[in-house]
């Protein structure tokens, strides 16, 4: 999946959107998320008052303008490198369920859902084109069929005990591990803020 920031501009029954750039979803030092964390809801001092679990969330309009991105949506391309098909949904929100704890040392890990809204769902990529639309600048007519979807992934990334950040909150390589595993709470609350709509 890529991550790109979009300058939206909706007018009457359309929206047009124009890329500004790729952008990181994760990581900490680059990473939307963790910029937002740290505006939201770290204090002066880098740390919050919070215990494991600490669940959060991310309006992606908020996010954007507390950051001062200069764009005003951010756009999942779910198949970048396919050239037969396009896939682009907008980022509405995520939230997060930030669990940590100590045995020998500390561990912790994020699951985030993700509620994406289908703009180009699967259109073929010789159509996008032959409609004067690219991936860099298109105009959509909103589909009311494409329905808010949501979408679980994991960072390497949790508080630590003086309610500071800790790990890389990055999404792990591939490997036998790296899915959003959820206990019941966790999967409580996603379900809980999913009934939301779109």
Known sequence: MGYYLYKKVEQGNKASFTKCGPTNLAGNRKGIIVKY??????SDAGKIELTS????????????ESLGLNCNSLVVDLKP????VVALYELLALW???VWGYGPEWWGWTPIMLKLRGIVVDDDAEQFSRQNNSKEKFTVEPNPDHACIYTFLRLDGSFNEDGR?????????PGATNSALLWPDAFKFFVSKAGDGC
């Open 53 to 64: 679990p600490f669940a959060w969330e991310m309006p992606l309009a908020e996010a954007i």
């Open 165 to 173: 950040l800790e790990g890389t909150w990055n999404f792990p390589g």
């Open 81 to 84: 490198n396919d050239k037969k």
């Open 96 to 98: 997060g369920y930030s």
């Open 37 to 42: 964390i740290e505006k939201k809801f770290l």
